[in-house]
């Protein structure tokens, strides 16, 4: 008996040749660029998970009642495939698979199987395999759910669809490296106890984009969100979380609750403190920031996500001034901390905790 596949090849010719895919991987910033597939997989009440296919990237046809565009049941991850010396691999992905649950939960839409989700996930990276570029660049992998139901009623739809799309990348920043400026937003906040700050959904980055735009307004790379009941400890960032680095090895950085739970943030937590520091977290208010920066008793602070790696924070802007973080450029436990967790991704330090996945 030959069992059918959960992910079913849907054979098409790659409508793109090897010099067009080598021209659009050159310099391909950041999402912008995408491969040739993607997997689908739907749910419904009656059926759960079903249809899974690997297909030609194509534009959905969605009926204009869909519920996500309606009421934004939408929810998303973010992860990379590397090109190691070992072959292709994954880091962390079922931590990704994990949180996408759970962000399913807060939404009310289902679960989707931890090993259906790396499995979708590898097929994608598998058959894009010479999507995934060389050297710095990673192939960013974007799995996401949206209620797909035709209905207007204000309740959890009954059908979802499951899709993950792959995209080559670069630097997330255009400066790659280079210590990024952020403006603590005074206007908005992005997530108040009892919302959704913790679930990667779309409405909140939806939400984010005004606070953010005043942030590039004001010369900056990315928005600091206060919380929203005091507006006074820093949360995180438009989309990384951020950590302080302090004078007398201690590492400071936001608790979970209203922010979301990066795995780029666990893993630095993991890392910082094997390599002796000590790592709290801990409410930090604006006024700590500021008033630790001037005494020199904060030598750095950085930005992590996947998509941003570690990125150093240099300048902070606000509606009152200004101030530098250390000498305003990439500190030396930010490189250090960096310097680690892309060996260990990339397969070029050791990987004690079984973090990377080859595929
Ligand atoms: N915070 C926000 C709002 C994000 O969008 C992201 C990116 O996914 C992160 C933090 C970092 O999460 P991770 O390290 O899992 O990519
Ligand atoms: C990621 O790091 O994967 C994100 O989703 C954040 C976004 C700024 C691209």
């Given at each position: 008996?030959?069992?059918?596949?959960?992910?079913?090849?849907?054979?098409?010719?790659?409508?793109?040749?090897?010099?067009?895919?080598?021209?659009?991987?050159?310099?391909?910033?950041?999402?912008?660029?995408?491969?040739d597939h993607m997997v689908t997989i739907?749910?419904s009440v009656e059926r759960g998970w079903?249809?899974?296919?690997?297909?030609?990237?194509?534009?959905?046809?969605?009926?204009?009642?869909?519920?996500?565009?309606?009421?934004?049941?939408?929810?998303?991850?973010?992860?990379?495939?590397?090109?190691?010396?070992?072959?292709?691999?994954?880091?962390?992905?079922?931590?990704?698979?994990?949180?996408?649950?759970?962000?399913?939960?807060?939404?009310?839409?289902?679960?989707?199987?931890?090993?259906?989700?790396?499995?979708?996930?590898?097929?994608?990276?598998?058959?894009?395999?010479?999507?995934?570029?060389?050297?710095?660049?990673?192939?960013?992998?974007?799995?996401?759910?949206?209620?797909?139901?035709?209905?207007?009623?204000?309740?959890?739809?009954?059908?979802?669809?499951?899709?993950?799309?792959?995209?080559?990348?670069?630097?997330?920043?255009?400066?790659?490296?280079?210590?990024?400026?952020?403006?603590?937003?005074?206007?908005?906040?992005?997530?108040?106890?009892?919302?959704?700050?913790?679930?990667?959904?779309?409405?909140?980055?939806?939400?984010?984009?005004?606070?953010?735009?005043?942030?590039?307004?004001?010369?900056?790379?990315?928005?600091?969100?206060?919380?929203?009941?005091?507006?006074?400890?820093?949360?995180?960032?438009?989309?990384?979380?951020?950590?302080f680095v302090m004078d007398d090895k201690?590492?400071?950085?936001?608790?979970?609750?209203?922010?979301?739970?990066?795995?780029?943030?666990?893993?630095?937590?993991?890392?910082?403190?094997?390599?002796?520091?000590?790592?709290?977290?801990?409410?930090?208010?604006?006024?700590?920031?500021?008033?630790?920066?001037?005494?020199?008793?904060?030598?750095?602070?950085?930005?992590?996500?996947?998509?941003?790696?570690?990125?150093?924070?240099?300048?902070?802007?606000?509606?009152?001034?200004?101030?530098?973080?250390?000498?305003?450029?990439?500190?030396?436990?930010?490189?250090?901390?960096?310097?680690?967790?892309?060996?260990?991704?990339?397969?070029?330090?050791?990987?004690?905790?079984?973090?990377?996945?080859?595929?």
């Amino acid at each position: 008996m030959t069992v059918k596949p959960r992910i079913a090849l849907i054979p098409h010719a790659s409508p793109t040749s090897p010099a067009a895919r080598a021209a659009l991987m050159e310099n391909p910033g950041f999402g912008k660029v995408f491969s040739d597939h993607m997997v689908t997989i739907t749910w419904s009440v009656e059926r759960g998970w079903h249809d899974g296919a690997v297909k030609a990237r194509a534009p959905f046809a969605i009926d204009p009642a869909a519920a996500v565009l309606h009421y934004a049941q939408e929810i998303f991850e973010g992860m990379k495939a590397y090109r190691t010396k070992d072959g292709l691999a994954l880091f962390r992905p079922e931590e990704n698979a994990r949180r996408l649950n759970l962000s399913a939960e807060r939404m009310a839409m289902p679960p989707i199987p931890e090993d259906l989700f790396i499995e979708a996930v590898e097929t994608l990276v598998r058959i894009d395999a010479d999507w995934v570029p060389e050297g710095d660049g990673s192939l960013y992998l974007r799995p996401f759910m949206f209620a797909s139901e035709a209905f207007l009623g204000v309740r959890p739809a009954s059908e979802y669809i499951f899709c993950v799309i792959a995209s080559p990348v670069g630097a997330y920043f255009k400066g790659g490296y280079k210590a990024v400026t952020v403006w603590v937003s005074d206007d908005y906040t992005r997530a108040a106890p009892g919302g959704t700050g913790a679930a990667k959904c779309g409405g909140n980055y939806a939400a984010s984009l005004i606070a953010q735009a005043e942030a590039t307004r004001n010369g900056c790379d990315q928005v600091v969100f206060l919380d929203a009941a005091e507006r006074r400890w820093i949360e995180e960032l438009g989309g990384m979380n951020v950590f302080f680095v302090m004078d007398d090895k201690r590492i400071v950085t936001p608790p979970l609750g209203t922010i979301l739970p990066g795995i780029t943030r666990a893993s630095i937590m993991k890392l910082a403190a094997e390599a002796g520091y000590t790592v709290e977290e801990r409410l930090y208010g604006f006024d700590e920031w500021q008033a630790d920066a001037k005494s020199g008793k904060l030598r750095e602070a950085f930005a992590c996500g996947t998509a941003a790696v570690i990125a150093g924070i240099g300048t902070v802007k606000f509606r009152d001034g200004s101030f530098a973080i250390g000498n305003s450029g990439d500190g030396e436990v930010t490189s250090q901390l960096r310097a680690k967790l892309v060996g260990v991704q990339r397969g070029t330090v050791k990987d004690d905790h079984g973090w990377v996945r080859k595929i």
